[in-house]
């Protein structure tokens, strides 16, 4: 069988697994008596091994085995969820990435050693959960290749004799049968297959040796055993195998597995095998039509918490954008369109476009939607990150997530993650306070970080609030004083948001010292330059002795949005709605100016009147010579600016475009294009470079 | 056609005119030649970007290669275009006075170009293809395209 085409699919399940272990694992430690965390956490890594072992990753099955040795051992309360125990689950998940990442890159996970993992997990499975102790302590736990439990002569290991054990108790037999196929056979293996063949109708069969694969490519002589379930007696099983052209003898003997030691492991792992028991009793109604029977263990298999399968289809981001990108040219002919109808004024024409455009919409919100992940992708690896930086730094915290379902674009969701973790980072570095101080300071010990998602308006908000001590202006003043930011006189007068805006400039860390947490040479400008990217903003919120917020606002997507089409002299511009606060016509006589600059009383407060005209330096061959002028208010966070147009051409959905790559990040105040249309391209205005 | 004495490499070059020079772009270098069309400005960009077009759906710069070399006044006329060419996954719209001819030039013809070709930078040459009765400039895009410009513009605004 050809692997490869499997392989992305165990990738991306296999992620979906550890990340489940990694928060049940988290879940566990916050509640450790809940043996339903422990049986959820036991059937991720047992769906892991068995995909593991499916696709000839040893060590990786290797691992996950023991893990679910130790899981067993927890699940029947023989083993105390310990925080020694609880490190070494946690230390195994992030193997088991380790391995995954490899598989990625390389194919295979035979460079992760996971030996001294693999002795830990046994020493802690042995009730001897010290790690040091454990590399001399033989192990308790049999392994897969180890030899097992014994049933009958047949060498089975736990998970075998579980099947065996539970077909029993829902009155099915095991059967180990040899077949010895005839001296002058000469397609040995098509023979073998057609055995199988013959007993697959009647059973399950549960194992064979040597290997189906050595069968297949017949690396054998002329022997070779099965082990069969089947509600069948042993004189039809044998009859079976006999009916099959060119078997010489087929030799059948009951597995008793009553007898077997392993009685207590096949009990504990009952429940695992229910669908697979299930799978067995299916086949055998098929065959003997023995329907009622079937009935029961059906149930009972129902009553197992299966993982949640939505429906749901995996579709490759790329062939998305390119959906999107048909999609696009798609809106600007609509746009196109209308206009056409509009100057045409045929009526027909005109509600044949319309009744286009409103299909259109919906199946602009249904493509954006397709594009829309929940965040919670991003936050889920938060938890675990939390975890263990609170551990490093010594202080306690309780982290809060909310809003995980809120949704975003894919292309925001993927560029997202690293400007949080480095909020969370710098809430749980310099926000939270250590425990003695939050206790002098009549706090409680433990502090509070959340991390919270929500939707309001075209905008996701993330906000990351911790209680922590807030942040101290003083002390922002005197780094950003030394590092010649601002000087010393400037410094006394500024507002608190002004200071705390200090903390975004490039190169500034508050931490007194370079920790391992916060210095690595990268500061919150990085955080800022990257949601800005994104068309977002970040804002700052502070309380001293009570606590910090950072709210960062995003657009839901990046590709299309809603603007204001203005015109100056003969150029057109987009201004981003988002941007916009209001339109307004002004009386030239309003104007004032207040140092050079031209300013307008804007509801009570003064805003700097901007000429786009002077500042795109437009040609304009007349002057206008008006008595108003038309002014579009926009704002950058609290910050506002009026924006002389000439006209307001009206508000419509644009799609965004790059400048190409010979003008990106050359441009003042531009932030994209647009394809208007009448095929003309308009520049998309970036209101945030014009306020300074 | 061509009397083949020798197997000679070629390179096949588009061959456009600004002023009175000729000059070539090897043809795997260009992605189409259009007609002149509106031009929207990009404000605060260096004198020779003029703009950008739309390029069936895609917007694409356009440089105004006169311009770019300090060869005087545009003109555009109905012999205007632009060559459409494609560096490092950058596409650039070149404007030129006419674009002529596609001609296969043997490696060996291209020489070194003197130190001053009609006012050119030697920088921006690759070097001079010397046939019969013509005499071509080859252009180096690479530098004729590096952004810098633009770059030390951007720097300046902030």
């Given at each position: 069988?050809?692997?490869?085409?499997?392989?992305?699919?165990?990738?991306?399940?296999?992620?979906?697994?550890?990340?489940?272990?990694?928060?049940?694992?988290?879940?566990?430690?916050?509640?450790?008596?809940?043996?339903?965390?422990?049986?959820?956490?036991?059937?991720?890594?047992?769906?892991?091994?068995?995909?593991?072992?499916?696709?000839?990753?040893?060590?990786?099955?290797?691992?996950?085995?023991?893990?679910?040795?130790?899981?067993?051992?927890?699940?029947?309360?023989?083993?105390?969820?310990?925080?020694?125990?609880?490190?070494?689950?946690?230390?195994?998940?992030?193997?088991?990435?380790?391995?995954?990442?490899?598989?990625?890159?390389?194919?295979?996970?035979?460079?992760?050693?996971?030996?001294?993992?693999?002795?830990?997990?046994?020493?802690?499975?042995?009730?001897?959960?010290?790690?040091?102790?454990?590399?001399?302590?033989?192990?308790?736990?049999?392994?897969?290749?180890?030899?097992?439990?014994?049933?009958?002569?047949?060498?089975?290991?736990?998970?075998?004799?579980?099947?065996?054990?539970?077909?029993?108790?829902?009155?099915?037999?095991?059967?180990?049968?040899?077949?010895?196929?005839?001296?002058?056979?000469?397609?040995?293996?098509?023979?073998?297959?057609?055995?199988?063949?013959?007993?697959?109708?009647?059973?399950?069969?549960?194992?064979?040796?040597?290997?189906?694969?050595?069968?297949?490519?017949?690396?054998?002589?002329?022997?070779?055993?099965?082990?069969?379930?089947?509600?069948?007696?042993?004189?039809?099983?044998?009859?079976?195998?006999?009916?099959?052209?060119?078997?010489?003898?087929?030799?059948?003997?009951?597995?008793?597995?009553?007898?077997?030691?392993?009685?207590?492991?096949?009990?504990?792992?009952?429940?695992?095998?229910?669908?697979?028991?299930?799978?067995?009793?299916?086949?055998?109604?098929?065959?003997?039509?023995?329907?009622?029977?079937?009935?029961?263990?059906?149930?009972?298999?129902?009553?197992?918490?299966?993982?949640?399968?939505?429906?749901?289809?995996?579709?490759?981001?790329?062939?998305?954008?390119?959906?999107?990108n048909l999609f696009s040219e798609l809106v600007i002919d609509?746009?196109r369109?209308?206009?056409?109808?509009?100057?045409?004024?045929?009526?027909?024409?005109?509600?044949?476009?319309?009744?286009?455009?409103?299909?259109?919409?919906?199946?602009?919100?249904?493509?954006?939607?397709?594009?829309?992940?929940?965040?919670?992708?991003?936050?889920?690896?938060?938890?675990?990150?939390?975890?263990?930086?609170?551990?490093?730094?010594?202080?306690?915290?309780?982290?809060?997530?909310?809003?995980?379902?809120?949704?975003?674009?894919?292309?925001?969701?993927?560029?997202?993650?690293?400007?949080?973790?480095?909020?969370?980072?710098?809430?749980?570095?310099?926000?939270?306070?250590?425990?003695?101080?939050?206790?002098?300071?009549?706090?409680?010990?433990?502090?509070?970080?959340?991390?919270?998602?929500?939707?309001?308006?075209?905008?996701?908000?993330?906000?990351?609030?911790?209680?922590?001590?807030?942040?101290?202006?003083?002390?922002?003043?005197?780094?950003?004083?030394?590092?010649?930011?601002?000087?010393?006189?400037?410094?006394?007068?500024?507002?608190?948001?002004?200071?705390?805006?200090?903390?975004?400039?490039?190169?500034?860390?508050?931490?007194?010292?370079?920790?391992?947490?916060?210095?690595?040479?990268?500061?919150?400008?990085?955080?800022?330059?990257?949601?800005?990217?994104?068309?977002?903003?970040?804002?700052?919120?502070?309380?001293?002795?009570?606590?910090?917020?950072?709210?960062?606002?995003?657009?839901?997507?990046?590709?299309?949005?809603?603007?204001?089409?203005?015109?100056?002299?003969?150029?057109?511009?987009?201004?981003?709605?988002?941007?916009?606060?209001?339109?307004?016509?002004?009386?030239?006589?309003?104007?004032?100016?207040?140092?050079?600059?031209?300013?307008?009383?804007?509801?009570?407060?003064?805003?700097?009147?901007?000429?786009?005209?002077?500042?795109?330096?437009?040609?304009?061959?007349?002057?206008?010579?008006?008595?108003?002028?038309?002014?579009?208010?926009?704002?950058?966070?609290?910050?506002?600016?009026?924006?002389?147009?000439?006209?307001?051409?009206?508000?419509?959905?644009?799609v965004?475009k790059s400048?190409?790559?010979?003008?990106?990040?050359?441009?003042?105040?531009?932030?994209?294009a647009t394809i208007l249309?009448?095929g003309?391209v308009?520049?998309?205005?970036?209101?945030?470079?014009?306020?300074? | 056609?061509?009397?083949?004495?020798?197997?000679?490499?070629?390179?096949?070059?588009?061959?456009?005119?600004?002023?009175?020079?000729?000059?070539?772009?090897?043809?795997?270098?260009?992605?189409?030649?259009?007609?002149?069309?509106?031009?929207?400005?990009?404000?605060?960009?260096?004198?020779?970007?003029?703009?950008?077009i739309n390029l069936r759906g895609i917007v694409t710069?356009?440089?105004?290669?006169?311009?770019?070399?300090?060869?005087?006044?545009?003109?555009?006329?109905?012999?205007?275009?632009?060559?459409?060419?494609?560096?490092?996954?950058?596409?650039?719209?070149?404007?030129?006075?006419?674009?002529?001819?596609?001609?296969?030039?043997?490696?060996?013809?291209?020489?070194?170009?003197?130190?001053?070709?009609?006012?050119?930078?030697?920088?921006?040459?690759?070097?001079?293809?010397?046939?019969?009765?013509?005499?071509?400039?080859?252009?180096?895009?690479?530098?004729?395209?590096?952004?810098?410009?633009?770059?030390?513009?951007?720097?300046?605004?902030?």
């Open positions: 069988m050809d692997m490869n085409q499997y392989l992305d699919m165990f990738i991306e399940e296999s992620k979906e697994h550890l990340q489940a272990i990694n928060e049940n694992l988290l879940a566990l430690e916050q509640n450790p008596q809940s043996l339903d965390i422990v049986n959820v956490i036991f059937r991720s890594a047992h769906t892991l091994k068995g995909m593991a072992a499916t696709m000839g990753f040893e060590k990786m099955a290797h691992l996950t085995h023991d893990m679910e040795n130790g899981l067993d051992l927890m699940r029947n309360g023989k083993l105390a969820v310990t925080q020694i125990v609880m490190d070494v689950l946690f230390s195994c998940v992030d193997v088991l990435e380790t391995q995954l990442n490899q598989i990625i890159e390389t194919g295979t996970d035979a460079g992760v050693n996971v030996d001294s993992l693999v002795e830990q997990l046994k020493a802690i499975a042995s009730g001897k959960p010290a790690p040091v102790a454990a590399a001399s302590t033989p192990t308790a736990v049999s392994t897969d290749s180890a030899p097992a439990p014994q049933a009958d002569d047949v060498d089975l290991n736990e998970y075998e004799s579980t099947i065996l054990q539970q077909s029993k108790e829902k009155g099915f037999n095991g059967y180990k049968i040899i077949v010895r196929l005839e001296e002058k056979c000469v397609m040995r293996a098509a023979r073998a297959y057609m055995v199988f063949d013959a007993y697959e109708r009647v059973g399950e069969i549960i194992k064979s040796e040597p290997r189906v694969e050595d069968l297949e490519e017949e690396k054998f002589e002329n022997e070779f055993m099965l082990v069969l379930v089947t509600q069948e007696d042993i004189e039809k099983v044998r009859k079976t195998g006999l009916n099959v052209s060119e078997v010489a003898t087929v030799e059948v003997t009951a597995i008793d597995v009553h007898q077997s030691p392993a009685d207590s492991v096949a009990q504990q792992v009952a429940s695992q095998m229910e669908p697979i028991v299930e799978a067995v009793q299916q086949t055998a109604a098929a065959a003997v039509v023995a329907a009622p029977v079937a009935e029961a263990p059906k149930a009972a298999a129902q009553d197992i918490k299966k993982p949640q399968l939505g429906k749901s289809v995996r579709v490759d981001i790329e062939r998305l954008d390119v959906l999107i609509r746009t369109l209308e206009q056409i109808a509009r100057e045409l004024g045929n009526q027909s024409l005109y509600e044949t476009v319309e009744h286009m455009s409103r299909i259109s919409t919906d199946l602009q919100n249904i493509v954006m939607t397709i594009r829309m992940v929940p965040v919670e992708t991003v936050f889920n690896r938060f938890p675990r990150m939390v975890r263990d930086l609170a551990r490093d730094l010594n202080k306690k915290v309780n982290f809060v997530v909310r809003g995980q379902e809120t949704e975003l674009d894919r292309t925001v969701i993927d560029e997202i993650g690293d400007p949080l973790v480095h909020l969370l980072r710098n809430s749980l570095d310099h926000g939270l306070e250590n425990p003695e101080t939050r206790r002098a300071n009549g706090k409680d010990e433990t502090g509070l970080v959340e991390l919270v998602a929500f939707h309001s308006g075209n905008h996701v908000f993330i906000e990351i609030t911790d209680d922590g001590n807030g942040i101290n202006r003083n002390g922002v003043l005197k780094k950003a004083i030394e590092k010649g930011i601002v000087d010393q006189f400037a410094a006394e007068s500024m507002t608190d948001q002004q200071v705390y805006d200090l903390l975004f400039h490039s190169g500034f860390s508050t931490a007194e010292k370079i920790s391992d947490v916060s210095g690595r040479g990268v500061g919150l400008d990085v955080v800022k330059t990257k949601i800005e990217s994104l068309g977002g903003r970040v804002l700052v919120q502070s309380t001293p002795g009570k606590g910090t917020k950072f709210s960062i606002q995003l657009p839901l997507t990046l590709s299309i949005i809603q603007a204001m089409l203005v015109q100056i002299s003969d150029e057109k511009y987009a201004i981003p709605l988002s941007s916009i606060i209001e339109t307004a016509i002004i009386n030239k006589a309003d104007i004032k100016r207040v140092h050079k600059q031209a300013v307008i009383d804007f509801r009570g407060r003064v805003v700097p009147l901007l000429s786009l005209e002077d500042l795109f330096s437009i040609p304009r061959p007349e002057p206008l010579g008006l008595e108003e002028e038309n002014v579009v208010i926009v704002r950058k966070g609290d910050k506002m600016a009026a924006l002389v147009v000439d006209a307001f051409i009206g508000q419509q959905e644009v965004l400048l190409g790559k010979y003008l990106t990040g050359g441009v003042f105040a531009i932030s994209g249309g009448d003309q308009a520049l998309i205005m970036d209101c945030n470079a014009l306020i300074q | 056609m061509l009397e083949h004495k020798d197997i000679v490499e070629e390179v096949k070059v588009i061959v456009f005119r600004l002023e009175d020079e000729e000059y070539g772009v090897e043809v795997n270098q260009v992605r189409s030649i259009e007609h002149m069309q509106k031009i929207t400005r990009v404000p605060r960009t260096p004198e020779f970007v003029k703009g950008v710069p356009v440089i105004d290669l006169k311009s770019r070399f300090d060869l005087g006044e545009e003109n555009y006329t109905d012999t205007t275009r632009i060559i459409i060419v494609a560096v490092d996954d950058m596409e650039v719209g070149l404007i030129v006075d006419a674009a002529n001819d596609v001609i296969d030039i043997p490696v060996n013809k291209i020489e070194q170009p003197p130190a001053v070709v009609g006012g050119i930078n030697k920088a921006y040459l690759r070097g001079v293809a010397k046939l019969s009765d013509r005499l071509l400039i080859m252009l180096n895009l690479d530098k004729v395209l590096s952004n810098e410009e633009i770059q030390a513009m951007s720097s300046m605004e902030r």
